[in-house]
């Protein structure tokens, strides 16, 4: 946690430059209305080694990335409070409370709050999204409206997830980070796009990406996935000759880990198990039992009893 609260007012806006860069990455701010109290604080959760969420409460100003910065993250507000603009790539998103944007680390951008304002901030390796089908150089500075479906579930569950950090395990923790990846993915993504086809040039991440968004389809295969990608089944596999086991493996691996997570987590206690089964892609509640019980040594329901 990062707060001017005990820092004496001359001093505010010095310790403030600091704590955005130690927060988020290198930055250089100016205050708006020079000479008045600046406030500030930054409540950082750092969820695993994909995602960190915070919030930042803050009095007006102008931050900048500088151009030449090396970055390899993007980073998403998603506004509360006031409103902000967010400049990168010739474009600039104006955020009111609900909107969300996007932008890159990688590049040049800059932030303006004219007044204070509260925002969520979601940091995440750039290949989470672009994994996910994300070209960034077209996505970022575009807001992301609050009354469009896709954000509206993004933003609630990233401010649910947020708030019931702390009543959270590790195994629920990555899964449901996951879960909002593919969320804010889905809701920058243009209505209707489909995943690129890349040929030349796939990684285990791009592919890991695409299979995690993808487990719910009891369908989901190598011909599949190798057809979405425009590559041979063949070429898919020798990607994942790397003795961490196959790519049939590591789906099988991702979809009980999402379904051990759901049974585990209480918000989820009155759902069934052919439920939870279904919406991780198991034919049906006896496959997943199946499953389990070779991993777990337990079925679902007792897994669930014993942590009742």
């Known amino acids: 946690?990062?707060?001017?609260?005990?820092?004496?007012?001359?001093?505010?806006?010095?310790?403030?430059?600091?704590?955005?860069?130690?927060?988020?990455?290198?930055?250089?701010?100016?205050?708006?209305?020079?000479?008045?109290?600046?406030?500030?604080?930054?409540?950082?959760?750092?969820?695993?080694?994909?995602?960190?969420?915070?919030?930042?409460?803050?009095?007006?100003?102008?931050?900048?990335?500088?151009?030449?910065?090396?970055?390899?993250?993007?980073?998403?507000?998603?506004?509360?409070?006031?409103?902000?603009?967010?400049?990168?790539?010739?474009?600039?998103?104006?955020?009111?409370?609900?909107?969300?944007?996007?932008?890159?680390?990688?590049r040049s951008y800059e932030l303006v709050f004219d007044s204070p304002f509260h925002q969520i901030v979601v940091q995440f390796p750039r290949e989470q999204l672009t994994g996910r089908g994300i070209d960034l150089a077209s996505t970022v500075a575009r807001r992301c409206a609050a009354e469009a479906a896709t954000t509206a579930v993004g933003t609630a569950l990233v401010r649910s997830l947020f708030s019931h950090a702390e009543g959270l395990d590790t195994l629920s923790t990555r899964a449901l980070s996951e879960h909002a990846l593919d969320c804010l993915a889905t809701a920058l993504r243009p209505q209707g796009a489909a995943p690129p086809r890349q040929g030349a040039g796939l990684t285990r991440a791009q592919v890991l990406a695409f299979a995690e968004a993808n487990l719910h389809d009891p369908a989901l295969s190598i011909a599949g996935i190798a057809d979405a990608f425009a590559v041979s089944p063949r070429t898919l596999q020798r990607l994942f000759d790397d003795g961490e086991g196959s790519l049939s493996e590591r789906i099988a691996r991702a979809r009980l880990r999402r379904a051990t997570a759901a049974l585990a987590d209480p918000s989820r206690a009155s759902s069934s198990i052919a439920s939870i089964a279904a919406v991780f892609g198991y034919c049906d509640a006896s496959h997943l039992a199946r499953v389990f019980r070779r991993a777990h040594g337990c079925s679902p329901s007792e897994y669930r009893a014993a942590r009742g």
């Open 1 to 106: 946690m990062y707060t001017t609260d005990d820092v004496a007012p001359p001093e505010r806006f010095d310790y403030w430059r600091d704590a955005i860069c130690a927060a988020y990455v290198r930055l250089d701010a100016d205050p708006v209305g020079i000479g008045s109290r600046f406030d500030g604080s930054i409540d950082v959760q750092t969820w695993n080694d994909t995602l960190r969420m915070s919030h930042v409460a803050a009095g007006g100003q102008v931050v900048r990335r500088p151009s030449g910065a090396d970055g390899d993250d993007c980073l998403l507000s998603i506004q509360l409070v006031g409103t902000g603009r967010i400049s990168q790539e010739g474009r600039t998103a104006v955020l009111s409370a609900g909107d969300m944007a996007l932008y890159d680390s990688s």
